[in-house]
């Protein structure tokens, strides 16, 4: 496939060269050996924009956020943050960094009381704590009120919270988000949007993959459409829902209206 194709995208103010947060370069990734799930696929992240990625099943959306976060064998190009080349270092490194990461399951020590899940984001810098703890639940201003509550006895549209929350403990440079929608009732995914949203506006860069093609793309700022692994179009967000060749190939069959 060609490189992707551009959707006339609106001029965003954060494209600025020098507020480059995440660049992937034509990245070739898998986790088995000879079987690649990316192939040369390219993103670009700037300071406070929030990113969506839409595709069908099996175009490799999770597994590019996966490559950033250092669980996938990248075999060709490069990822940088901020300019620096962290291609291929663990997650440990990367949370150092600045990247944070939400996966879709298993994002919550069940076990474990909301603030000791806080805790477990920030335990690098442990001093900390009390500011960001004010940050994050001024975000999620429910969690401030149960923090004794063991996860484990959270809905799933509450656990996403304290996964969102532990993720942002560590005052990253860009959060990334993986089916933050999936398996919430539909109220509870407008809730997840809502909160996505209100992330991104309190100064997180956000990179997020997401089943509801057509919500991603309503609140995005840039979209990217992956298809068999490589970057089939991208634009700004209202370009990508307004555009006939993604609607007629991909809106279709992706997600729902809101």
């Known amino acids: 496939m060609a490189a992707a194709e551009s959707v ?7 494209t600025d060269p020098s507020r480059l947060v995440v660049h992937i370069d034509n990245i070739t990734a898998g986790y088995l050996p000879g079987v690649n799930i990316l192939n040369g696929c390219s993103l670009k992240a700037y300071e406070g924009e ?3 990625i839409i595709g069908p099943n099996g175009a490799g959306k999770s597994t590019l956020l996966k490559s950033i976060f250092g669980q996938v064998k990248i075999r060709e190009g490069a990822i940088r943050l901020m300019g620096d080349d962290i291609t291929g270092l663990k997650a440990d490194k990367l949370v150092a960094r600045g990247v944070g990461m939400v996966p879709q399951n298993n994002n919550v020590f069940p076990s474990l009381s909301i603030e000791e899940n806080l805790q477990m984001g920030l335990y690098q810098r442990p001093k900390e704590y009390k500011e960001r703890l004010e940050f994050v639940t001024g975000i999620f201003a429910e969690l401030g009120k149960r923090l004794k ?11 996403q919270m304290v996964a969102m929350g532990r993720a942002l403990m560590m005052r990253p440079h860009v959060l990334l988000l ?11 995914q407008d809730e997840a949007f809502i909160r996505v949203s209100e992330i991104n506006k309190a100064g997180v860069t956000t990179i997020m993959v997401e089943q509801n093609a057509r919500r991603c793309l309503q609140i ?9 692994g490589r970057d089939a179009y991208t634009g700004t967000g209202r370009d990508l829902l307004n555009d006939p060749k993604v609607i007629n190939l991909y809106l279709g069959t992706l997600g729902v209206d809101a």
């Not at 006339?8 to 954060?14: L, Q, V």
């Not at 509550?149 to 656990?159: P, T």
């Open 8 to 14: 006339a995208p609106a001029e965003h103010p954060s």
């Open 50 to 52: 929030l990113i969506g």
């Open 149 to 159: 509550q063991r996860a484990g006895s959270l809905s799933g549209g509450e656990r």
């Open 178 to 188: 993986d089916e933050p929608s999936a398996g919430l009732s539909p109220a509870r």
């Open 220 to 228: 995005c700022d840039r979209g990217y459409v992956l298809d068999q």
